[in-house]
């Protein structure tokens, strides 16, 4: 089975502080996603990446940076953490659309 | 932006009955559509796909695509206090998926 595995699946930070978010799969696929999911709103995507190196902004870019230095890792990072920013967060790594995302198991954000 | 649009619920069916899901979304060109489920606290996980026009059963499980009206639903036959959970509309754009805000399902025994 592929596994996406998600660092920590709770977190609390401070308003300003640099989070970092990391997300590492073990089925060498190239394609990975980060997502964040609010209540009503869904999931919406935030950045994603077919190769290493490579990142492409999704629909909600704005106070998010991302780093793929190698294929099995893609870290999210929080410049400046504010508190809008509060969400719960999914990796997610692809090989085909045919067998869908595999979604790591989500990391729980608040900042204060 | 791809929009795909869901009744976010909750649709409360008895055990045993047939819960309809529904989703619309708005690219005419889109070709390729998903159900997720998730269940609460957990991530969400793939169900179901469906290319073409018409019904695709899985088990208990039936998608139905209807292009011209830009139409999918998801039907899920002899509902089990196990199908509670959110279920996810997603569409498929080239290389990502857009996703619905969900619908959610409650099963009562």
């Known amino acids: 089975d592929v596994k996406v595995t998600q660092s920590s699946r709770y977190l609390v930070k401070r308003t300003g502080e640099k989070v970092f978010l990391e997300c590492v799969q073990d089925?060498?696929?190239?394609?990975m996603f980060w997502y964040r999911q609010d209540p009503g709103l869904g999931l919406r995507l935030i950045y994603f990446?077919?190769?290493?190196?490579?990142?492409e902004k999704g629909d909600i870019p704005e106070g998010y940076s991302v780093s793929r230095e190698k294929k099995e890792r893609f870290s999210l990072i929080l410049e400046s953490a504010s508190t809008n920013q509060t969400s719960m967060y999914l990796c997610?790594?692809?090989?085909?659309?045919?067998?869908?995302?595999?979604f790591g198991s989500g990391t729980r954000l608040t900042v204060v | 932006q791809k929009e795909v649009e869901q009744n976010s619920g909750p649709l409360s069916v008895p055990e045993g009955a047939i819960a309809s899901l529904n989703c619309t979304y708005s690219?005419?060109?889109?070709?390729?559509f998903f159900w997720y489920r998730q269940y609460s606290g957990k991530s969400p996980e793939l169900i179901m796909s469906?290319?073409?026009?018409g019904d695709k059963e899985d088990g208990r499980f039936t998608a139905q695509l209807n292009k011209a009206s830009q139409y999918v639903s998801l039907l899920i036959r002899d509902s089990q206090p196990s199908d509670s959970a959110t279920y996810l509309c997603?569409?498929?754009?080239?290389?990502?998926?857009?996703f619905g805000s969900g619908t959610k399902l409650n099963v009562k025994p």
């Open positions: 997610a790594s692809l090989q085909d659309r045919g067998n869908g995302y595999t």
């Open positions: 469906i290319y073409s026009n």
């Open positions: 997603a569409v498929w754009d080239f290389n990502k998926f857009y």
């Open positions: 089925m060498d696929h190239e394609n």
């Open positions: 690219d005419r060109g889109s070709q390729s």
């Open positions: 990446s077919y190769d290493v190196k490579m990142k």
